[in-house]
């Protein structure tokens, strides 16, 4: 059970995390949030739908993204997060690195942290220690804006796995609970197609480090896989997030919530009983 502040969210089944980006400039979204009554009906959507966790970032990470001032991203993403903890009885996440983001959204009732800098930049280990929710630790392969340029390993797995023990290791040095971590291999974050799919067969090597949480919902790997980058992602995320699933991922990040939600009901129909299926949810 992972204590969310004042709400828990039980990992013994796979739980979907809803994405929203109330930016201009996300890669596969941006702009169609960014107000706030849109924002507030995607997420009911969502939650409707059988997300557990409402994820709201206000910085683009896609490759090339530029650069977003604190106040810029304060101004983006607390009447949205605050408007949610105020209708919904829903778990809400922050996708951010910075640490009076976080600590806003922690006093505006926030119930976790997601890092893709996994708490390296100034300040944000001290807010996260301060916070005391659980805290989404990934892996990425330099900055958003060169993380792509022509990224190398010599063992991908082994690397990315060395990387969260030791962001693992530190969080619990500075006082961040042991039972609040969550680690993210950072599929897309300075990872070719190669290295993304080394990283999903053996996506279960992570969960012995923390619970996993895996998002590759729409990323380029998906078109990759698929041999075209015009089509369509959803059908291709789905089937990669159940595989995530299989592997042992405890929470998976998603734009299509409605899709992925009845793929997980079948899938743990199969797993687990069809008398079991409400629960999964």
Known sequence: MLKCGTRNLNLNRAQIMGILNVTPDSFSDGGQFAAVEKAITQADRMIQAGAAIIDVGGESTRPGAAAVSEQQELDRVMPVLQAIVERFD???SVDTSKAQVMREATRSGAGMLNDVRALREPGAMLAAT???LPVCLMHMLG???SMQ???KYADVVNEVSEFLKERVTACRSAGVGEQQLIVDPGFGFGKTLSHNLELLRNLGKLADIAP???????KRMIAGMLGNPHTSRVTGSVVAAMHCVQQGASIIRVHDVAQTAQALRVTNAVQYGIDDVAYAT
């Open 90 to 92: 829903t778990i809400v």
């Open 130 to 132: 301060e916070a005391q």
């Open 149 to 151: 340029k022509a990224p």
């Open 143 to 145: 900055q958003p804006r």
């Open 212 to 218: 996993v949480l895996a998002g590759l919902s729409r």
